[in-house]
């Protein structure tokens, strides 16, 4: 089994598509049930094939028209997705699908079993005449076989794929721009010949770009737990939804362009490149690996690369992001540099181009028995303006708009602009998630940052955040560097199985690194130089840390900066947890664990600050330094914790300050520590 062969149909050669257009005449009694007005819509008259018929697929793979171009460009001409119409449109009186027990079928369940049966059996009657004068062989080319294996390139006389585009349907939970895609035989559409595969989707306004894009995707990839960028059916990742780009993304989406994930998993190289992942080692601009192992030696002494555009040459970085251990799900951190080149599929409106970033958890195995297993919703994006606690209105429930505060981020367990909110809208102290449930989540529809609302220039569509806006991507000149003294860092983030997770491979703590890319100028090309350290554990801003953190390594303190250890208030639990500073708050409180052979440094008058009923762990085996100057402040209601065995160094006017606090130690006596520190056993956290 592997992921390079589809899941059910081959990411590579030529398929060719047939569509077929169908309506329901909603006669006698039953015109009350048409989901569309009488006269149509202006993109889809009654009685006639859509003006977009010929949009979708183009009869020759060298076509413009979206999906062939889409696949193509995406695939570097891998996969060559053509298709064709019917030239008639297939008109169904309501009144004449019957049930077993002959009486109307007016709402079909989801899989509409009896209206598709009525289009096959009306298409096979029809002479088969199409838009572009395929023939009905032209659409065999191909024998499927099992989920995972090698497809057959010869025919075995079934349609591959046939699409049934609907205008005005009645059908449970299939509304407008919406449906799916299933493997099967849905009957004989032309003489002897089936279907291999078929799907199933209603768009009575627009052009279906996306809709028939993502369920034709489907077969690339899998099921439902295929889904990325969407709230779709299955068991996400995230506690929240999240935006994104993606073959895969669908309703949530800030874009449709595919991500060097899609392109790995489905082995869409450049032919022109040696690795699948790539990129230019920026002192001799030479091809170089991009995908790198944390800690191993970089191409050159300086860390420089250079990332061409991702869309038209498959450059990209791929790291692993240190820490997580089996039967925790995998991390990686994806970067792509996005310039919006004319005539190719990119992101568009106000998404600058720039480099971007997203996270992957998971659904990293391209081979074996789980190669389509995993859930969906997989993608994190990175965001370059950062993660927030955001605040919202008191009215959650009508007033959809999300508030920024600059003085409440949250680099490592907050929300950002790409996400749909979990949030208590009742206020009975849970938060209800999972497909099929009414979820407490806010879909935002405004942004207001530190007190001014932001307008429509913000933003990709009116003003949802998630669709797209313009402090999504990272460039030399704002947001231009990801690392533990940044905001966002190229860390692990948490995830959430919901409605009942965590569960055992879900990752819950925050493993600090010295992971630093830093995008330094955009040439004339428009590639982008970056530096990548394994070694940059510097804080040289303020930084706002919440969350279960454990650094194994290194943190260097600047001198005057801060690191404020606190509480979190971006629900990452579904139940409110007994707090003493606040009742409102729905993630654990914050630990900072200093693990054997860390090295912690305060240079002079630096500080952590532990506030908010947080903890501050010194393990035994850890180093602490504290400069001339630099305090550690334990405020009312947090922790210190040392442990016998830990090494303590204080400079002058250096120390530890409380207010009203549990100290989990005797005493600190003389600058003299190591043996004068008592050993206490640390919470259970």
Known sequence: MDARNGWAISPEGRLHVLLIFAEINFDGDFAHLDPIAPEGTKDWKPRKIPWWKDKLFSKEPDGNSYMTKFFRQASFGKFQVTGDYLDTIITIDISSVKDRSGRVVTEDPYGNGYFRSEVVRRAAKMPFRTGFGSVAGDFDRWELTTTGMQKINKPNGNFDMVMIIWRNIHVRNLGDNSGFVSPGDIGKIHQDMGTDSYSMFRMSNFVPLSICRHEFSHMLYGGNNFHNASGGVGTHTFICGLGGWSNMSNDARCSDTWNVWDRERLGWKNPDNQFLVTARDGITMTEISGELSYGKPLPNEKGHFVLRDFVSTGDALKIKLPGLTSPVN???????????????????????????????????????????????????????????????????????????????????????????????????????????????????????????????????????????????????????????GYNPAAVPVYSHSNPGGPREFDN??????????????????????????????????????????????????????????????????????????????????????????????????????????????????????????????????????????????????????????????????????????????????
Not at 388 to 416: E, M, Q, V
Not at 423 to 431: H, S, T, V
């Open 330 to 484: 995998n991390q990686y951190l994806w970067i792509e540099n996005h310039q919006r080149i004319k005539g190719w599929i990119d992101f568009d409106q106000v998404m600058i181009p720039g480099m971007y970033a997203f996270i992957t958890v998971g659904k990293d195995e391209l081979t074996g028995s789980r190669t389509f297993g995993g859930n969906n919703n997989y993608g994190f994006p990175l965001v370059a303006a950062g993660n927030y606690d955001f605040s919202y209105p008191a009215d959650r429930t009508n007033d959809k708009r999300i508030f920024i505060d600059s003085d409440r981020p949250n680099a490592f367990t907050g929300y950002h602009l790409l996400m749909s909110h979990a949030n208590d809208l009742d206020g009975n102290g849970e938060i209800v998630l999972g497909a099929g449930r009414k979820e407490e989540i806010i879909f935002p529809n405004g942004v207001v940052k530190d007190g001014v609302e932001m307008t429509e220039e913000f933003f990709d569509y009116k003003t949802y955040p998630v669709y797209g806006n313009t402090d999504i991507a990272f460039t030399p000149q704002r947001y231009h560097k990801i690392g533990i």
């Open 508 to 685: 819950r703590r925050i493993y600090l690194n010295g992971i630093s890319i830093e995008f330094q100028r955009t040439d004339e090309s428009g590639n982008i130089h970056l530096k990548i350290r394994w070694e940059d554990f510097d804080i040289v801003n303020n930084v706002r840390w919440c969350g279960n953190i454990v650094s194994n390594e290194k943190i260097n303190l600047f001198p005057g900066r801060m690191i404020l250890l606190d509480q979190g208030y971006s629900p990452q639990v579904t139940k409110i947890q007994n707090l003493s500073i606040s009742d409102s708050a729905f993630a654990e409180p914050s630990v900072l664990e200093l693990r054997p052979g860390s090295e912690t440094t305060l240079d002079r008058w630096s500080s952590i600050r532990v506030q908010g009923g947080s903890s501050l762990l010194v393990r035994a085996g850890s180093k602490l330094t504290l400069r001339r100057g630099a305090k550690i402040i334990i405020a009312e209601g947090s922790f210190l914790w040392i442990e016998k065995g830990s090494v303590i160094e204080l400079e002058r006017g250096a120390g530890f300050q409380f207010t009203k606090s549990q100290v989990g130690m005797h005493s600190i006596v003389s600058p003299q520590f190591n043996d004068r520190i008592s050993h206490v056993d640390p919470p259970s956290k």
